[in-house]
């Protein structure tokens, strides 16, 4: 039973434009989400958070929103460049320091 | 500044085979993690740790033994290998529960 979806696997965008990249969860008792990037051959790197007591969190070009009512995060990447092709994992916890991660979107940015 | 440090890289077992990964940060963090990454799966979290002496299950401990000796290992041990169990292998740190952990660049291991 996946808690944590992604449902689109890969995902292509011009440069200069939005990225937006989605993430669907079940589990109501998840409080605290994140997302991380992830380039191959090397480990995730965090990229940005967000607790349930908010609704959006900013970060430079990165933008969290969270839709509690509809169990959705989204990321927006604005303006998208070619540095920001990776896969890209969102991750919830509930109350815990135990993490659930979703199977992850593969971005291409292109130039 | 190492941050976190897994070894080897890379290994190739052949079933029945056991080896031991290891996980090394230099961060002081008191939580450690291993994961694993397979097509189509994400990230699993296998076991993890909350402090120097203490290991707990995962989503995926089936197959796994870790041990915390010292804070800043974290090691993930293969007793009987299996071909199910060919996969990318990730270990994480962080100092609390809820800030951003930190991952090694990983462990590719094939059992044939």
């Known amino acids: 039973d996946q808690q944590v979806k992604q449902n689109s696997p890969s995902l292509s965008v011009q440069e200069g434009r939005i990225s937006i990249l989605n993430c669907d969860y079940t589990?109501?008792?998840?409080?605290?989400f994140l997302w991380y990037k992830k380039y191959p051959a090397e480990g995730p790197t965090f990229l940005i958070s967000?607790?349930?007591?908010?609704d959006k969190n900013e970060d430079g070009r990165f933008t969290v929103f969270l839709n509690k009512s509809a169990k959705h995060l989204s990321l927006h990447i604005v303006p998208s460049q070619p540095g920001d092709s990776a896969v890209y994992f969102c991750?919830?916890?509930?109350?815990?320091?135990?993490?659930?991660f979703g199977t992850g979107t593969r971005l291409k940015v292109l130039a | 500044n190492a941050g976190v440090t897994q070894t080897p890289k890379f290994r190739v077992l052949k079933t029945g085979q056991s080896m031991t990964l290891l996980c090394a940060q230099d961060?002081?963090?008191?939580?450690m993690y291993w994961y694993r990454q397979d097509p189509g799966m994400g990230l699993r979290l296998i076991h993890y740790?909350?402090?120097?002496?203490?290991?707990a299950k995962g989503e995926v401990p089936d197959g796994y033994n870790v041990s915390r000796l010292k804070k800043q290992n974290f090691l993930l041990g293969l007793e009987s290998a299996a071909p199910s169990q060919t996969s990318v292998y990730f270990c994480?740190?962080?100092?609390?529960?809820?800030?951003?952990?930190?991952f090694g660049q990983g462990t590719r291991l094939t059992v044939v």
């Open positions: 589990n109501s008792m998840f409080d605290y």
């Open positions: 967000i607790s349930s007591i908010k």
């Open positions: 994480a740190s962080n100092p609390e529960s809820r800030a951003e952990a930190f």
């Open positions: 961060m002081n963090h008191e939580y």
């Open positions: 991750a919830a916890s509930a109350g815990t320091y135990k993490y659930i």
């Open positions: 740790s909350v402090g120097e002496g203490t290991t």
